[in-house]
């Protein structure tokens, strides 16, 4: 392994011994987004298909795609080969979603690998920076034929979407078409205990649909079997029972009770590509219960699929309405439970549902080791509370089986 400093340069050609190269990423102190720039031989993003990043995880062609290597929280899979011949360059950005500056950043790196392999690692920091809210880290390019890296390490005043009008795109200010203008509208929430509201819109040009999606990746252990996070929501209705859905069996219903439907199951994650489960929340919910409604969305990984740290997978929670996108990225990794292969369940998020907004929390809550009890919530007042002591239910069980719906607990999801 290689350690790389600013400007220096490396050939790929003879150092990839496979299709794929993966680049991972990590940061400490200030919370930033990552980007892939497809850059043209004017070192233009002439296409705006070619820019990879949270709200567009993959190139046309596939040879870029958002996937972070075990052990990184985040990264990109590059086969480059598949890139079209207008593609020149591909430059690593990260930049700062906040008030903070790259000053502030406390150690990171970028490196390369290949199948798991640590080729190469470029180091970063606060110290390298001054005011700066966005930095280019580093860059593929094509020399000879071939194709090589360079570590950058360049900052940038402006923040992500200064760094999208630097390299000739355009930012949406309005509901974009599809691949035409790029939506940055983002808000990420990584501690336990942060809040943002969305304010729900009103009339015919309101957004129809509330979209949820959780994510995880492969854990790089080798074994695909135990790769399946399934992707259950409890929903708290305003007399305090508890309703909760999950695919495939109890998918739930957009336009009928419960409001929530869940869009499917998926199997596992790959190397290559996040699994990603989704959701869909009908705006007007508290409408149709007559008031404010709790929801709590979380991951759990089933006994059956073998011991497995849920942590491992990284999961995450995006929402979206309308242009409003609001991540729950909590890293799951710096909880206690993070080594324990025993803990089966962690929520990603939590949401208070009114009449005119929607108030969306991180949690980083797990269940206890060795338990398989479900996420369960109750009024606290205005707010919510969380345990994990709700009847033991697993995709493919009769919830009106008594004897696989714990007979022996209190508490009980409601048809």
Known sequence: MENLIKGQRLALSGLVTGNVVQLGLASAGVALDFACFGLDAGGKLSDDRYMTFFNQPRTPCGGVEAAAPAGDIAGFSYQLERLPASIERLVVTAAIDGDATMAQLGSGYLRLLDGGRELARYAYGGADFSQEKAVMLGEFYRKDGGWRFMAVGQGFNGGLDSLVAHFGGEVAQAAPEPAAKISLSKISLTKAGQTHKVSLEKGAGAPKKLIVKASWVDNGDGDDDNDDLDLRVGILLPNGQMRFIQAPDTAGSFDAMPYVRHLGDVAGASGKEPATETVEVNPALAHHYGGTVGLVFSVYSALANGAVSVASMRPKMVMQYGEQTVECAFDFRLSTAAEDDTVYSYVIGM?????????????????????????????????????????????????????????????????
């Open 351 to 415: 949401a208070r549902i009114t009449g005119d907004s929607i108030i969306l929390e991180p949690s980083g809550k797990t269940s206890e080791p060795g338990s398989e009890a479900t996420p369960w919530l109750s009024w606290q007042g205005e707010n919510l509370q969380l345990a994990f002591n709700g009847p033991v239910v697993f995709k493919g069980e009769d919830k009106d089986d008594e004897d696989d719906f714990n007979a022996d607990n209190p508490r009980r999801y409601i048809a």
